[in-house]
Structure formats: C-alpha cells, structure tokens
C-alpha cells in the first residue's frame, strides 16, 4: 500500500525556519518526481515544488523561491521542504504528493501556522 | 502563469440528478509532446484532494465510471451522470502543462 506521511508542521514566528518531511512507502520512491502542494482558505491550492527522481531538476513557485529548498534522499524514500524566512501568508496545510499516470498519491497534510 | 477558472463556484443537486463543472485556462494546455495535461480533484471536508481525472478523461484507478471529463484546447468539462451522496464536497481543475502547476478556485457540490 502507498503511503506518503508528512510530518514537520507546527507554530512558528515570522521569519523563522521549519523542514518538513514526506516518508514515502508502497513503491520505489527513486522512480517518481514528487511534490509540495500547500492548500490556504485565501488562496486555496498551490502547487509549491516538484522534484524529479534523482533530485537534479527542482522547480518552485514565484512566491516561495529563494526562501523554499525542495530535497530528496532516496536511501531514506524521503522527500524535504526547507522553509526559511517564512511569512504570515506561508500559513497553510502542505500536502506532499505523487502525480503519475493513472493514479495519484496524496499524505494527510501538515499544518504550518505562521505567526507571532 | 495560467489563470484556471472554474465555474460554478457553487452547485446545489438532487440526489441521482446530473451535474457539470467548467474550467477555462488563460492558455493552451498542450503541451509539447502533444498531451493536455488538464486534470481533476476531488476534496471531502477535512480529507486531503483526491485526484479523479487525468490528461482531460482518463478516470483515474477506482473511480466511478459515473465521472467523466472532456474538452480540449483551453475548455473543459467535468461531469457527474447521477449525483450520488458520497460526491459532496469541492471539486477543482488543475493544468500539469505549464510550471508552475496551477488549480481553479474550487467548485463546492452540495445535495439540494
């Protein structure tokens, strides 16, 4: 069974720092890109990164480039969001997630709330 | 970056009716190897989207065969043939085919 579990969320202040953590299981993580998706009530679903499967082509939204680093450690079957610098509208579930052909694989979410 | 439009942004339907949702890109979706990667989501409160279409109107494993999608270019269509309870909830429109990924503002899907 895939699963993807993501963990690393919490309250942190403006300007500060947190990385969140994607443990994947059920397939052979090596052989997928994967992705941040973060889903606010104000600006509802942003896809955030992607990461193809040997971690050498990363892509970011506008809003979060040169503050997010997107990662990868295939030994762990793991995938990482740095989050620096952030701000108060960073506040939102991330979801990390495999979009392949014919199915695709959510986690539950972790919640990043920013704020002082 | 594209600007995916979704309309209605509410819908109200009776059980075993049908029921349809619009999506326009600012753009062409086709993308260079000549797929349209539009896609659509379903998202339940409190439950993480669901993806139930990919590249327009290939159903994604286990979903109902009451769920289609079509549409081509920058218009698109997501139907429901009979509502079922189990269908409430929000439904968005992705494209895959220009970075960065974009979605649609949501449709909410509520039984009348």
């Known amino acids: 069974e895939v699963q993807l579990v993501e963990s690393g969320g919490g309250l942190v202040q403006p300007g500060g720092s947190l990385r969140l953590s994607c443990a994947a299981s059920?397939?052979?993580?090596?052989?997928?890109?994967m992705h941040w998706v973060r889903q606010d009530a104000e600006k509802g679903l942003v896809w955030v990164s992607r990461?193809?499967?040997?971690?050498?082509?990363?892509s970011y939204v506008d809003s979060v480039k040169g503050r997010f680093t997107t990662s990868r450690d295939n030994a762990k079957n793991t995938v990482y969001l740095q989050m620096n610098s952030l701000r108060a509208d960073d506040t939102a579930v991330y979801y990390c997630?495999?979009?392949?052909?014919?199915?695709?694989?959510w986690g539950q979410g972790t919640l990043v709330t920013v704020s002082s | 970056e594209v600007v995916m439009t979704q309309s209605p942004l509410s819908l109200p339907v009776t059980l075993g009716q049908p029921a349809s949702i619009s999506c326009r890109s600012s753009?062409?979706?086709?993308?260079?190897?000549?797929?349209?990667?539009l896609k659509w989501f379903h998202q339940r409160p409190g439950q993480s989207p669901r993806r139930l279409i990919d590249?327009?109107?290939n159903r994604d494993s286990g979903v109902p065969d009451r769920f289609s999608g079509s549409g081509s270019g920058t218009d698109f269509t997501l139907k429901i043939s009979r509502v079922e309870a189990e269908d409430v909830g929000v439904y968005y429109c992705?494209?895959?085919?220009?970075?960065?990924?974009?979605f649609g503002q949501g449709t909410k899907l509520e039984i009348k």
């Open positions: 997630a495999r979009d392949s052909i014919s199915v695709a694989y």
């Open positions: 059920g397939f052979t993580f090596s052989n997928y890109w």
């Open positions: 990461i193809n499967p040997d971690g050498s082509s990363i």
């Open positions: 753009q062409s979706l086709v993308y260079t190897d000549g797929n349209i990667y």
């Open positions: 590249e327009v109107s």
């Open positions: 992705m494209q895959g085919t220009h970075w960065p990924y974009t």
